[in-house]
């Protein structure tokens, strides 16, 4: 009887203990997607205060069970799943030798990216501890939906005129940039970021919205009308960013997604997506004919309409499969996915087409890699490219990114930290793959366009794809 008080007891303690980390976690993740991704370390600096109360938690719960002769460090930090903070440590590491011992072109740039993947790291922990118990998982899915509808609404209430920030709405007269004289930004602040969370978003949803569409019986339409609420912002907003290599990369990742299905859930894919689509591709044509400045009615009109018309279309679709009509279900399905491609096709058929700027990035990767050439082991510490872009560029490219996460850690921390890099992405991939087949094609999304892009500038990229990873984890069960 006094053992089994004990555990409730502890059982208890555990809860609490899940319960405010997983707040604490999901505040962080929230705070750095409104601080702009954390992309500039002043940004990291505010939120570390936040991750310190959740080591000081952990510590805590720690020292109690200690005290007890629990395993709680066994259980919990070793192990599977490690690598989920010792990768970002060790690459802190790299950078502070850098900072010691290294020939660096900026001492500012790379004490920066120090602090950088130490906060990323203490993240990860505290994730991987979540990630082991179905509760820590639970609130890790809750940062997710949160973060993502975040996303979503905000930008989209950017082009209604809701939530005005200077830079939410990249417009511009270079019809190179833009068809439409302006794009979604976010609160990124930058189109191809913003693009990327929300096709990531946009591929988690549909994946749920896919497994909810084979239900039937009571309460099979409510769930489908839940599951299916999120795809037609997030589609809208994805097109609305007008980043081809997000489309390019949501439309690989969307196939792969297909392909992983088993055969007879296919179409419950396609008929969870379609009407969905369809109405966003719409909606794109109409508030890129305005150049995302409508009146606030207006707009707000194009948004409910089409969210009530993707709605209606699910459940049609939902209908027609619980009644065995499969072949109506897939005509349907394939008619309005064809449609809803060659409305985009067709409304930005000029920004598909242009090949402007991808010829610029292709001279800026080739001068980096000579560059990297110089030091292809050890790097040259944090920011190099920022810091040398002028004396190595051979013709003039905008802006002093690298738009490659992997030729970024090439230059700054050579093969051995692009090698932790990809093995850390190659693992979340495994996790995901073998435990979480359904959130596969999001966290791929995240890798495929970091290699076109500087996502993982932003330390919230690196938050995600290491969240999705954690959600990944098999629970674990403690040892007695």
């Not at 053992?3 to 604490?24: C, F, M, N, P």
């Not at 800026?364 to 030091?375: I, N, T, V």
């Not at 959130?439 to 995240?446: D, E, I, K, M």
Request: hydrophobic share 55%; net charge positive.
């Amino acid at each position: 009887m006094m053992h089994q008080k004990i555990r409730e007891q502890s059982a208890k303690k555990e809860r609490w203990l899940y319960s405010i980390l997983g707040v604490l976690t999901g505040f962080v993740l929230v705070m750095g997607i409104m601080d702009r991704g954390l992309f500039y370390v002043e940004d990291v600096y505010k939120l570390g205060g936040a991750l310190f109360c959740a080591l000081f938690v952990l510590y805590l719960y720690v020292w109690l069970h200690l005290r007890k002769k629990s395993r709680f460090w066994y259980d919990h930090l070793y192990g599977q799943g490690a690598f989920l903070y010792v990768i970002p440590l060790l690459l802190s590491v790299i950078y502070a030798v850098q900072f010691v011992w290294g020939n660096l072109i900026s001492l500012e740039g790379t004490f920066q990216n120090m602090i950088r993947f130490g906060f990323i790291s203490v993240f990860a922990a505290v994730c991987f501890v979540l990630g082991t118990k179905p509760l820590g998982k639970r609130w890790l899915a809750a940062s997710i939906q949160v973060a993502g509808w975040l996303l979503v609404i905000s930008g989209l209430s950017a082009v209604c005129g809701l939530f005005v920030l200077p830079y939410t709405i990249l417009r511009t007269d270079d019809p190179l940039i833009s068809f439409a004289g302006a794009r979604l930004s976010g609160v990124l602040e930058y189109p191809n970021a913003y693009a990327a969370l929300v096709g990531m978003f946009l591929l988690e949803r549909l994946a749920a919205a896919a497994s909810d569409f084979s239900s039937s019986g009571k309460g099979a339409r409510e769930r489908v009308i839940l599951s299916s609420l999120a795809l037609y912002p997030a589609a809208t907003a994805l097109l609305l960013s007008e980043s081809r290599g997000a489309w390019l990369a949501a439309c690989v990742c969307a196939a792969a997604m297909l392909l992983l299905q088993q055969r007879g859930q296919r179409l419950l894919l396609l008929c969870a997506g379609a009407a969905p689509l369809l109405a966003a591709a719409v909606t794109h044509r109409a508030l890129a004919g305005a150049s995302l400045a409508p009146a606030t009615i207006p707009g707000l009109l194009w948004l409910t309409g089409g969210e009530i018309a993707a709605l209606t279309g699910a459940l049609l679709l939902h209908a027609l499969l619980a009644r065995g009509r499969r072949v109506a279900a897939a005509a349907v399905s394939t008619a309005s996915l064809a449609s809803c491609a060659w409305l985009v096709i067709h409304t930005a058929s000029a920004r598909i087409t242009s090949g402007e700027t991808w010829v610029s990035r292709e001279v800026m990767w080739q001068d980096a890699a000579r560059f990297a050439l110089h030091s292809p082991w050890l790097g040259h510490g944090g920011e190099a490219w920022k810091h040398a872009v002028h004396t190595v560029q051979s013709a003039p490219y905008a802006g002093n990114e690298i738009h490659s996460a992997y030729l970024d850690m090439w230059l700054d921390t050579g093969l051995i930290g692009l090698l932790l890099m990809t093995s850390l992405f190659v693992y979340i991939g495994r996790l995901l793959r073998r435990h979480a087949p359904e959130l596969l094609p999001a966290g791929l999304l995240l890798i495929l366009h970091g290699g076109v892009d500087f996502d993982f500038s932003y330390t919230v990229f690196w938050m995600i794809l290491i969240l999705l990873g954690a959600l990944a984890l098999p629970v674990r069960i403690p040892r007695e």
